[in-house]
């Protein structure tokens, strides 16, 4: 049989999308790995399926490059609303979309039918331990020591639908992240593994980040983890809360708000690379 597919990504975020409206997936978390595989596949960071939702306008179900599922992507859900607009599965330029993590509000930006920006409500920061999930007691954990390897590191934890851990450091381009990403991913302290973000602070609203993700590893941009690192510039002083910061990272910009609400505002690209068929 043949897979239909469109290839999109948010900032370099990329990932094959398939329309369950239309379609029919067998055994997804396999498809994932397959379709992500750069030399035998697609090429992607993996799969995000497309589908009906009794809740919202439609639902985005997404999985990693190594067919583990995901409760949120920021990138991800971007190219969802552009998808969803552009193929006449929605016709208003504020759409809702389900996900593992909850309902999420987008506002597109639209030049002669064609969706050029997103900004989506990411929801309210998660900071309590328990939750996100960190094996440490407390209402927060912001910058807290944590050792890694043989290294202390100042880490700050948040979830914004997906864990995360940010470390502020001096130089982020130094950084050896095929060593140090597993190593934070799969530390003791996190349950269910964790996305980490390293940031450099350029000024009060400027940020550069790198990201080591759960599942695949460094990626040149991470929706979820801009989120993340401007929540914890804020909790650490280094922003200001209600000012949008801007997160640079390999794949680009992204334009965060941390709200008064606790909330969490993300703005940035969507952008479709090609449509095509692959044979399963």
Not at 6 to 34: C, I, S, W
Not at 91 to 115: C, F, M
Not at 210 to 216: A, H, I, L, M, T
Request: charged share 25%; net charge negative; aromatic share 8%.
């Amino acid at each position: 049989m043949k897979l239909y597919f469109t290839k999109m990504h948010g900032t370099g975020n990329d990932y094959v999308y398939v329309n369950l409206f239309q379609y029919r997936v067998e055994n997804p978390e396999e498809l994932a790995v397959r379709v992500s595989d750069r030399h035998f596949g697609i090429g992607s960071d993996g799969l995000i399926l497309i589908a009906p939702s009794e809740t919202a306008d439609c639902r985005m179900i997404m999985y990693n490059a190594d067919g583990s599922e995901g409760a949120m992507c920021g990138n991800g859900i971007r190219c969802v609303a552009k998808y969803a607009y552009e193929h006449g599965i929605v016709h208003s330029p504020r759409i809702t979309v389900e996900t593992k993590s909850g309902i999420k509000t987008l506002d597109l930006t639209v030049q002669e039918e064609t969706v050029t920006a997103v900004r989506v409500n990411m929801g309210k920061a998660i900071l309590r331990p328990g939750d996100i999930p960190v094996q440490a007691e407390g209402d927060s954990f912001i910058a807290r020591k944590l050792t890694v390897g043989e290294k202390e590191y100042e880490a700050t934890c948040v979830s914004m639908g997906n864990p995360h851990c940010v470390v502020f450091i001096d130089n982020i381009d130094e950084l050896d992240l095929e060593k140090l990403g597993p190593k934070f991913e799969h530390h003791e302290l996190f349950p269910d593994r964790i996305n980490t973000e390293f940031v450099e602070v350029l000024d009060s609203h400027t940020l550069r980040m790198r990201v080591w993700e759960r599942g695949s590893g460094e990626t040149i941009s991470c929706g979820t983890g801009t989120c993340a690192a401007t929540v914890a510039a804020v909790l650490n002083g280094y922003c200001k809360q209600g000012e949008e910061i801007e997160v640079q990272i390999r794949g680009g910009k992204l334009y965060d708000t941390y709200l008064e609400s606790g909330e969490v505002l993300m703005r940035g690209p969507a952008v479709s690379v090609f449509d095509g068929e692959m044979e399963l």
